[in-house]
């Protein structure tokens, strides 16, 4: 396996590898936001990539959302697309070095690019950085992959992972994932302990 740091991933954009990018907010994530009210929710999009969710959030006037990669290319793509998104609310950096207290995470093809070695660490982070009764929500693959990433797993799996800190775990088979992901997708909405 490569090693799947910054530079890793920056190659990955400068040479247009990029087939994870879906052009678009991923649908089951879309479904999710259409029927949030609360404009002033405290959003972070870790490893967001073009960031496309945070353009149809931004858009529909959640402007407390907030995007993080660790790749600068993806960033400047994403502000150059979108002037108006404010700058303290893009973040180059790593995610496991952010400091923040978030409403809603977003989970979109950020924990199957990271080493799964560190899915601990990534619940624990994720834990860390939701203010209580916060949610993390999106879409985790229930496949294998021969060659990571995309690294793959189920939802045994992820329940492990998760259960320690969070006491509130839907994670069932999304209904309405684009076509080459369908029926290996779950949406997964996950609540935090700390209440
Ligand atoms: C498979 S891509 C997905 C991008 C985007 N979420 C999408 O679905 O189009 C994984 C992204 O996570 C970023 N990434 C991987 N590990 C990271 C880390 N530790 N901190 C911040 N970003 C990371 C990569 O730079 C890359 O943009």
């Not at 910054?6 to 190659?11: A, D, G, K, M, V």
């Not at 969070?166 to 209440?195: C, G, H, T, W």
Request: proline content about 6%.
């Amino acid at each position: 396996m490569d090693v799947l740091n910054s530079e890793y991933w920056s190659n990955r954009y400068n040479e247009n590898q990029i087939g994870w990018d879906l052009g678009e907010i991923s649908p089951p994530i879309k479904t999710y936001i259409d029927q949030l009210e609360d404009k002033n929710l405290r959003i972070l999009i870790p490893g967001c990539g073009l960031g496309h969710e945070a353009e149809y959030l931004f858009n529909k006037g959640f402007h407390n959302t907030c995007v993080l990669d660790f790749a600068s290319e993806p960033i400047l793509n994403f502000q150059n697309r979108n002037p108006k998104f404010p700058i303290e609310q893009l973040f180059i950096q790593d995610f496991f070095d952010h400091v923040g207290q978030y409403d809603l995470i977003i989970e979109q093809t950020l924990f199957c690019a990271i080493d799964p070695k560190l899915r601990a660490n990534y619940t624990k982070k994720i834990f860390e950085l939701l203010k209580p009764k916060g949610k993390l929500v999106g879409l985790l693959f229930n496949i294998d992959f021969q060659n990571g990433p995309p690294f793959g797993g189920n939802k045994s799996e992820y329940l492990n992972y998760f259960s320690p800190n969070f006491n509130s775990i839907y994670m069932e088979n999304a209904y309405n994932s684009i076509k080459p992901r369908q029926d290996s997708e779950l949406f997964i909405i996950i609540q935090n302990k700390k209440v």
